[in-house]
């Protein structure tokens, strides 16, 4: 017992630093393969998706998992963060890497003042309704791309500088990472996680919840912003239809699927979910069938105590001690 | 000056009084009991004390700063902290973090010095898991400090409840029925903690308790509520011993 605390202790003191080495050697090993012409195009073509993907997920994971609210519009969050980067990348003309990281804080913070509009009246709702609105919200926004002129309308903005490359992605999913995990893990994340677990004992102990529900909801609309400056440029073109519902769908199947509230777990399930459509060729049209099951598996996986068991067993297992869950649970 | 003092509180659902005309003075680091059958008002009263329901009629002080009004946060910031009479941890969240989140308004650090992991955000931290450290030993809780809340049994889970109060540094402490679900030793010990807090912490403690051994072993008043009227009060062995008193108990 005491060995395994000490041990646990020990890996909390260094997981941050382990952490960034394999960031760093993850971005030295593709850097390689890149240069030594060893990865296909189709694979290179799957590199900033996937960074993109991560930056959504690790992002909506504060809200919807360690916020616990429910929010179905992170897609229109990525879409007015996308159209107002590239719309600026179109009018700017410096030298890059400059332009683009301009354009990155700029379609955040452009997204953030959109999820502090919308955040401060839709964040009183709860549950479903949340759920709702925010769904709401995406579709609204895709309308109003559609309608207005200078975004290009239905048929999209073109020509947008193709200035996303693989190390700007990589820095920033990696800096979106870093920030949040620090986030969760600060006083203001604890008020977060808080709030989740019980509002009312949040409210109790001197908590300004509203505050920090708006700061959770303004912070991952940031992230979702600069995730679709990212995909925009990488692209080249923006078309409104890539900011469906289906694509916020997509983006809370990658968090349910890494667990609500895991940071390891978003990150990894964004790379499957991104890269599994592109292997399985052909299963791109039952994708959206794929991500219901997903969905309704891990569900049940969650609400139910025979499977949160089993699943603190394997863990446990896995790493050859007891799980926090299991010592004080079987004593009572 | 009475630390608190309640002035004919009051508040309705539809067309049930459910507390009406609720007067109570508590000193500094008195011991004070709120009794009365089941129903009878006695939560309400504490949701009231705490912004949870805002009050129908009626005013509170605290320290002579008018409170009503308030959100339950800034209640608690101005020094009322509770528990809940049906548990309300933060369960999926370490026994440790949950009194740290009890400590939320006493660190200072900004958002900035948490996401960039500023000095201040080390230090901080530090000292503060210290303190709820010692909080968390205060109730005997200190080994469990890694455990998640909801794996903690019933009686532990009370005591945690507590220590996350204490935490934010109260001058009144509510407590909602706190031996619910205890057995008598462990009721016993609840009796020494809560006196133990109380010198320790120079608070005073309004609780709810329906166990009498508890009521007599350490309240100085009380107050018996009855279909949300004052019935009683003054000193705990008068009281107990007033006719009207026994009756509605006789009566449930
Ligand atoms: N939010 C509410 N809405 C309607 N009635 C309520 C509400 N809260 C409490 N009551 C009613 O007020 C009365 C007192 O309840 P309570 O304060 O919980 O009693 P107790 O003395 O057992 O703690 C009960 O009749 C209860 O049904
Ligand atoms: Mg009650």
């Known amino acids: 017992m005491k060995k395994a605390e000490q041990s646990k202790v020990m890996w909390n003191k260094y997981k941050p630093f382990i952490w960034a080495a394999a960031a760093v050697v993850i971005y030295i090993v593709i850097m390689l393969l890149d240069g030594f012409d060893m990865l296909s195009r189709h694979q290179k073509s799957l590199l900033i998706p996937i960074l993109v993907n991560v930056i959504l997920a690790v992002s909506l994971n504060l809200t919807t998992g360690f916020l616990g609210e429910l929010t179905l519009g992170h897609a229109g969050f990525m879409s007015v963060g996308a159209y107002a980067g590239c719309l600026l990348s179109l009018s700017l003309d410096i030298p890059e890497p400059f332009r683009i990281i301009i354009c990155l804080v700029f379609g955040g913070l452009v997204a953030a003042v959109f999820g502090l509009i919308i955040g401060v009246p839709v964040l009183r709702l709860k549950g479903d309704y949340l759920a709702i609105v925010t769904l709401a919200f995406g579709e609204i926004i895709r309308s109003v791309i559609v309608n207005l002129e200078f975004t290009g309308g239905a048929a999209g903005l073109k020509g947008i500088p193709r200035s996303t490359t693989f190390t700007i992605a990589f820095l920033c999913a990696a800096i979106t990472i870093v920030v949040i995990r620090n986030l969760v893990y600060s006083r203001q994340g604890l008020a977060i996680r808080s709030i989740r677990d019980n509002r009312i004992a949040a409210e109790s102990i001197g908590m300004p919840v509203s505050k920090y529900k708006v700061l959770a909801f303004v912070i991952a609309a940031f992230f979702a912003g600069v995730a679709g400056v990212l995909y925009g440029q990488n692209l080249g073109h923006l078309s409104p239809s890539d900011f469906d519902y289906n694509k916020s769908i997509e983006i809370l199947v990658i968090v349910v699927l890494g667990g609500m509230g895991s940071l390891t777990g978003s990150v990894i399930s964004a790379i499957v979910i991104t890269v599994l459509p592109e292997v399985l060729r052909g299963a791109d049209d039952y994708r959206m069938l794929l991500y219901a099951v997903v969905l309704i598996v891990m569900m049940i996986l969650n609400a139910s105590p025979k499977a949160q068991e089993m699943k603190a067993n394997l863990a446990a297992r896995f790493r050859r001690r007891k799980p926090d869950g299991v010592p004080g649970g079987k004593e009572e | ?252």
């Open chain 2, 1 to 252: 000056m009475a630390l608190l003092e309640t002035k004919n509180l009051g508040i309705s659902f539809g067309g049930l009084r459910a507390v009406d005309d609720f007067n109570i003075c508590v000193e500094n680091e008195q011991l004070y009991g709120l009794i009365g059958p089941n129903g009878a008002g006695k939560t309400t009263v504490f949701n009231l004390l705490t912004g949870v329901y805002k009050p129908t009629r009626g005013s509170f002080f605290l320290d002579g700063v008018k409170l009503n009004g308030k959100t339950p946060s800034q209640i608690n910031q101005a020094g009322i902290a509770r528990t809940f009479q049906n548990i309300r941890l933060f369960k999926k969240l370490s026994v440790l973090d949950n009194v740290m989140a009890g400590f939320h308004n006493d660190m200072q650090y900004s958002l900035a010095a948490g996401i960039l992991r500023l000095p201040s955000y080390y230090k901080q931290e530090k000292v503060y898991k210290e303190k709820a450290m010692e909080l968390l030993k205060v109730f005997d809780l200190q080994n469990e400090a890694e455990y998640l809340a909801q794996n903690l049994p019933y009686g532990k889970q009370r005591k945690l409840e507590i220590a996350r109060a204490l935490a934010t540094g109260p001058k009144l402490l509510l407590l909602d029925e706190p031996a619910a679900g205890m057995n008598p030793h462990e009721t016993e010990e609840l009796m020494k903690t809560i006196r133990f807090v109380r010198d320790t912490f120079h608070i005073a403690i309004l609780l709810i308790e329906h166990d009498m051994n508890l009521v007599t072993g350490i309240c100085e008043e009380v107050t018996v509520l009855n279909f949300g009227q004052e019935l009683a009060k003054g000193k705990t062995d008068v009281v107990l011993n007033d006719p009207k008193v026994i009756t509605a108990y006789l009566g449930e």
